[in-house]
Structures are given as structure tokens and as C-alpha cells.
């Protein structure tokens, strides 16, 4: 076999008679290798699935069937980026119904290649290897992505569909051991990606090629266009979240105006941190919050919404008594944030340096002084329950105090206690805004609180 002269052709020039071919691809995708017990042979065997590319138009899918030792040493020597040769493979045309063409890439060639014992695959040696290289970088669908903004607002009615994405990367996890159905380990990394539209969407990558160059990606350097990525809905980070798929075909860094425009937008966005891009806030109107609850019927919602897929936010008017309030005395008023990306700085971080390790400050690429803010907690109760730790921050409690944070900060305890008693133990008419953080904890966001009106009290408040 190995003294028949092999004919050299492209992709385009496929035909389902020629038997002795050779072909020159780069391989653009690959999917983890298979293990199979063969009855007749009463061995075990395995299969590899991989795409190579000849040409900007041209791409075809690969299937290599051998046995578990030739199968195991292709999958550890060739990976994504490599130029190889395909020897001797068979031609066949496609069933665009089959069962299988659904778990893999989509691709411009009528046909699949299938490689058996008669075939081979070697690394191409020739001096057009870099002209093959630079294929890498051309999307292998014309611009048609879905916008990350869009993804989110589908909200669950786009659960289980696949899109197109072109992201910028945020940042990458360390990896991760995950345990499968069948018991065993498999490893995963999760991005966050952003757009001129958005700021998060997350990631899971479990393709282990893509797994080790994801710690190669840059922060605001790295752009990622990702084909057919499966959309989902995650209970746990209570938001939509894409998974690289089988389908899925990754090109770094890629040619197109779009992706240049995202790369300028990239270097200087204002991005929150990791730990926030999971809540889509829609802050809504003060004045416009108008549907009166008591804490009862609050607090039954809020059971609900930890029961819900959703992401669930809501408002609400309160008539309530503000129980504490502790504006002079030992608990913390202030928190700091970064004055570039305006990550919360913790506590227990002395130095004051951003935490956001893809802010250019937390990277120590620039300076920017630290926001100082109100980030005030509030107690409040009515006939019907308690509601703590409710949030008073930035600039709704300089509004409800009648004073800036850094004015604040230079009153004696004396006017500070004054400041606590016009509310502390009065009715008052607070308008909240509640959401679920990643955690699953309800946050109680105040956004406006007036002493009540006795005869809007007496009009409006809620029996139950």
C-alpha cells in the first residue's frame, strides 16, 4: 500500500473515487478522543473527530477510527494549529440528517473524511506551513454573532439554543476537576467575556486544547469569536450562561472590522468585577415605585424567588418603622471602590489597591484615586415583620441624609446623632429594590425613604 503514488488534493477538489489521496490542512477543531469495546475484534478501539481547513472557504470534518494505542497517540501529538497531512482517507458524502452531524462543527465541504488502519496523519513539513497558519485567524462564519446584551434579555426562552459569539476576554479561572456521570474527572475553565453591549457572560469551556491555551489569554487583549455555543440558563448564578459545545469552533484573535472595533473598545472599558457581572441591575425610577407591600408580603415573595429558576427582581413601597440606624456609634458607614472600574475594595484590604485583578489599577498599569461612598445598613419593621441589613448606599443616602459622604465625614458625633434621630424609630415611606445576588441572598437595596404622610399611611398601608 505504501507504493502506490498518492495523489495530492485540496478540499475543493474532493471526490468520493479518489482512494490514495493526500491533504494539507490546518486543524481548526478538536474533540476529545473516544473509547469503544469492539465485540468482533474483542479489543478495544477508539475514535477521534478533528477539522482541518485548506483555504478560507474550505473545511471539512475528520473521523479516525484505530485502535486505542494509534487513536491515543494521534489525540496527544496533534492538537488545534497543527499543519498535517491526511493519508489515504476515504471520501464519503454527508447525510445532512444524520443523527451525528449535530454534535459536530458546522463545515463548507459536502463530504467527511473517515480514516481507518490504511490510513495516516503526519505533521506537514513544507515551507507553506505559516500560509496554512494564518487561516487560523479567519472566522469560519461570516459576522453574525449575537450581541451579549441580547443573550441576556432572551432570559430563559433561549435555553438550550446555540449562538455565535464574539467576546473579549475578562478574565479565566484556574482550572477546575469536575466529576462526570460516568464517574470520572474531567477538567473545565470559565471565561468571562464582555462587548460594547455588555459586561458579562460567562463561559465553561471543558475542550481540554482550549483549556490549556485559556491560560495564554490575555485580560482586554484576547478576542474570542466561538461558534455554536449552547445557551443555558444557571440556577446557581441566577443568569444566562453559554457552554463550548461539540458544535463549537473557537477562533483567537480574529480578522474582521468587528473584532478590531471590539480590541480598541476592550483596552479602555470600565468593567466591573467578576464577582457582579452575574446581576443585570435595572434600577428603576424612584418616583415610579408605587406598589405598596408589608414586609409579610415581602418576605413570601422573597421565599418564592429562592425557589425560582428566574432571575427574580422586584420593588415596592414600605410603610415602616425605621428600628436601627446606627449613624454615631461603632459600625462601619463607609466602603472604598475603585476609582477606574468601581469593584468594591474590601475591608480587610489596608492597602486600598483595587481586588479586580482585570482593572488596569488592581494590575498596577495605572493610578486612580479610591471613591469613597455611604454603604450604610438599616433595620425597618412593620405590623406585620422585620426586615434587616437593608442597603443605604452611594448616592441615595446622601439624599436621605442631606449631606455628601466627605461632608459626613468631618461632623462631630453630635450632628451625626441628629442626622440618626429625624429617622431612627419613625414612619417612614421607603421604596426598596430587591434582587438575588451570586450567592442566592436576597439584597435589600433602599433607593428613597421620607418620613410617611399619617393620612398616606392610614390610606395605603397593607393589612397583611
Not at 485548506?54 to 488545534?80: A, C, K, M, P, R
Not at 412593620?382 to 459626613?408: P, Q, W, Y
Amino acid at each position: 500500500m505504501n507504493d502506490i503514488v498518492l495523489q495530492k488534493v485540496t478540499l475543493r477538489t474532493l471526490e468520493p473515487t479518489i482512494f490514495n489521496g493526500l491533504i494539507v490542512g490546518v486543524i481548526i477543531a478538536k474533540q476529545e478522543s473516544r473509547q469503544f469495546v469492539d465485540s468482533q475484534a474483542g479489543s478495544t478501539r477508539a475514535v477521534l473527530n478533528f477539522t482541518i481547513r485548506d483555504s478560507l472557504q474550505d473545511f471539512i470534518n475528520v473521523t479516525y477510527w484505530g485502535n486505542l494505542e494509534v487513536i491515543l497517540n494521534v489525540d496527544e501529538n496533534f492538537h488545534i494549529g497543527d499543519v498535517v497531512e491526511i493519508i489515504r482517507p476515504q471520501i464519503v458524502i454527508r447525510k445532512f440528517n444524520d443523527y451525528g452531524e449535530q454534535f459536530r462543527p458546522k463545515v463548507t465541504s459536502p463530504f467527511a473524511l473517515i480514516m481507518n488502519d490504511l490510513s495516516d496523519i503526519l505533521h506537514h513539513q513544507g515551507c507553506n506551513v505559516d500560509s496554512y497558519k494564518k487561516l487560523l485567524r479567519w472566522p469560519t462564519k461570516p459576522p453574525g454573532f449575537v450581541p451579549i446584551r441580547d443573550l441576556h434579555n432572551g432570559g430563559l426562552s433561549i435555553k438550550g439554543t446555540y449562538a455565535d459569539i464574539l467576546g473579549a476576554v475578562a478574565s479565566t479561572s484556574n482550572v477546575r476537576m469536575v466529576k462526570l456521570k460516568n464517574g470520572r474527572e474531567a477538567p473545565v475553565v470559565d471565561l468571562m467575556l464582555f462587548d460594547q453591549t455588555h459586561s458579562g457572560l460567562r463561559l465553561t469551556i471543558w475542550n481540554k486544547e482550549y483549556i490549556n491555551k485559556a491560560s495564554h489569554w490575555k485580560p482586554r487583549e484576547t478576542i474570542i469569536f466561538v461558534t455554536d455555543v449552547k445557551i443555558d440558563w444557571s440556577g446557581f448564578h441566577k443568569t444566562i450562561v453559554a457552554t463550548f459545545s461539540s458544535r463549537s469552533i473557537l477562533t483567537e484573535n480574529p480578522i474582521g472590522i468587528e473584532a478590531k472595533n471590539l480590541a480598541t473598545y476592550a483596552k479602555t472599558a470600565k468593567l466591573e468585577a467578576p464577582n457582579s457581572w452575574n446581576q443585570t441591575l435595572d434600577l428603576p425610577d424612584v418616583d415610579r415605585i408605587q406598589n405598596v407591600m408589608s414586609i409579610q408580603q415581602i418576605q413570601n415573595r422573597l421565599a418564592l424567588g429562592r425557589e425560582s429558576v428566574q432571575n427574580v427582581q422586584f420593588t415596592a413601597l414600605i410603610y415602616a418603622v425605621v428600628t436601627h440606624l446606627d449613624l454615631d456609634g461603632y459600625n462601619r458607614l463607609i466602603s472604598q471602590r475603585c476609582g477606574h472600574c468601581k469593584s468594591l475594595i474590601k475591608i480587610t484590604n489596608t492597602s486600598g489597591k483595587c481586588d479586580n485583578s482585570i482593572c488596569p489599577v488592581g494590575q498596577n498599569q495605572e493610578f486612580a484615586e479610591p471613591e469613597v461612598q455611604f454603604d450604610i445598613r438599616m433595620n425597618i419593621s412593620d405590623h406585620t415583620g422585620n426586615l434587616n441589613d437593608c442597603r443605604l448606599t452611594g448616592r441615595t443616602a446622601e439624599i436621605v441624609l442631606g449631606c455628601s459622604v466627605h461632608e459626613f465625614l468631618q461632623m462631630p458625633q453630635s450632628d451625626r446623632a441628629k442626622l440618626k434621630w429625624r429617622y431612627l424609630l419613625e414612619r417612614c415611606a421607603i421604596r426598596i429594590y430587591i434582587y438575588f445576588d451570586n450567592n442566592q441572598k436576597a439584597v435589600v437595596s433602599i433607593q428613597g425613604c421620607s418620613i410617611a404622610d399619617t393620612l398616606e399611611v392610614a390610606e395605603r398601608i397593607p393589612v397583611y
